[in-house]
């Protein structure tokens, strides 16, 4: 994945990011897999959230793979 790639995940996670400070979490990009998983750092309140799983899925996944063409999935890497 190029940098215009991962500037286009960093866009699609900078629209999301307010949401989730809002709850007192926070989001961070950590890379794309050779396989276009997109891996990102659950902060704060979203790392030990019960529904952090329900928030990344639909939530942060549905919305970067909106976006960015060819993401297979996003996982917390914790």
Do not use: H, W, Y
């Amino acid at each position: 994945m190029g940098k215009d790639i991962e500037n286009e995940i960093e866009a699609a996670i900078d629209e999301i990011r307010p949401r989730l400070q809002d709850d007192g979490g926070d989001i961070e990009f950590v890379g794309v897999t050779g396989d276009n998983v997109v891996q990102v750092r659950l902060r704060g309140a979203c790392a030990g959230c019960p529904g952090a799983v329900m928030t990344l899925k639909m939530g942060v996944e549905r919305i970067i793979k909106e976006r960015v063409p060819g993401i297979k999935s996003v996982e917390n890497v914790g």
